[in-house]
């Protein structure tokens, strides 16, 4: 395998499994979303501009528009960061989504890992007082866990930047912890439409913080880096009528993870409380394997630092769908674990 830092769930969807490894929304998408992308096809004649995306970004979240940069993806803006300084002690807080980690490798920083205990919760205590840039998902990616508002505000320390990446943010309804809205020195929020509106192919996303922050992560920035059709994506996702179709769809998936944690409670499978569009599980060595014999794709657990081969992160699904993950995974633990 190459390095496990690099690896994400879409590699996992091969050979015709069934896919239980991708965090995107299973549903279509809205029909303004796909009028948008055509439109932003349309376009494509011209060099493209996200600054009316990003107009429309900061009134989505209460912001100036010199606080908002619109990426390619989220995942552009951790190489920003990883890029903006020379950063002294860059903390990243495991386990969590992978991409901000290998992005500071890539720019020749020396990573600390802060890896969390049992339950994945976050205490500001153990990070470390020197460290100069903390990385934490909220909620993270792969545990689900939703860090309070104060706790991540605790992290902040003259000098010090915090990312926090909110990717899966517009799956918690009403989004109660965010920090999109919420100025702070030092504090720098990312966000991204890849999976909510099922566009993985588009990259679109977009970071929110301190204007004089933005502005030296917009110079480092690769120019036109965000496509026409990213750009109108962002657009069409900030209206009011898709902040109501968020929340409808965030509403959903509550309704089908509780579905599948209350299945595993029930089959005695150890996971972690998620309010993610995935739940993390403790379903022992060689399940992983043994799902893909019998048809089925999980995002196996043990490239993020602080989990081993025994845990797997499932993607939500509609129950009818789940029923057939559970089936395999019963008989998959059976066969794996005598």
């Not at 349309?42 to 979240?61: C, F, I, L, M, Q």
């Not at 089925?296 to 992160?313: C, E, K, M």
Request: hydrophobic content about 45%.
């Amino acid at each position: 395998m190459r390095d496990p830092l690099r690896h994400h769930g879409d590699v996992e969807v091969r050979d015709g499994l069934l896919d239980f490894a991708v965090n995107v929304y299973d549903g279509p998408r809205p029909a303004w979303l796909d009028a948008a992308l055509r439109g932003g096809l349309d376009a494509a004649g011209s060099y493209p501009s996200a600054t009316a995306a990003e107009g429309a970004v900061a009134a989505r979240h209460g912001r100036d528009p010199d606080e908002v940069l619109a990426t390619a993806g989220a995942a552009e803006a951790f190489s920003l960061i990883a890029r903006l300084r020379r950063w002294e002690r860059p903390v990243v807080v495991h386990p969590q989504f992978t991409e901000p980690h290998a992005a500071l490798l890539q720019a020749g920083h020396d990573v600390t890992e802060v890896v969390l205990g049992d339950d994945f919760t976050l205490d500001p205590g153990v990070i470390p007082d020197d460290a100069d840039l903390v990385v934490v998902g909220n909620p993270t990616n792969p545990t689900g866990v939703l860090h309070p508002r104060p706790t991540l505000t605790d992290l902040l320390r003259p000098g010090r930047l915090v990312l926090v990446d909110e990717a899966f943010m517009d799956a918690v309804p009403g989004e109660p912890e965010t920090l999109a809205a919420d100025r702070h020195p030092g504090l720098v929020v990312t966000r991204s439409l890849t999976k909510h509106w099922g566009i993985p192919g588009v990259r679109a996303g977009y970071l929110l913080g301190d204007p004089a922050v933005v502005a030296a992560l917009r110079r480092e920035q690769v120019p036109w880096s965000v496509s026409s059709t990213a750009a109108a994506a962002m657009l069409a996702c900030c209206t009011e009528e898709a902040v109501s179709e968020s929340r409808r769809r965030a509403e959903e998936i509550a309704e089908w993870r509780r579905h599948l944690e209350e299945s595993l409670s029930t089959m005695g499978i150890r996971h972690i409380a998620s309010h993610a569009s995935f739940v993390l599980a403790d379903v022992g060595d060689g399940v992983h394997d043994a799902l893909r014999v019998a048809g089925i794709a999980v995002r196996r657990a043990d490239t993020f630092p602080g989990l081993g081969p025994s845990w797997v992160r499932i993607a939500v699904r509609p129950p009818a769908r789940t029923r057939s993950l559970l089936d395999a995974l019963s008989e998959a633990r059976s066969d794996a674990l005598g």
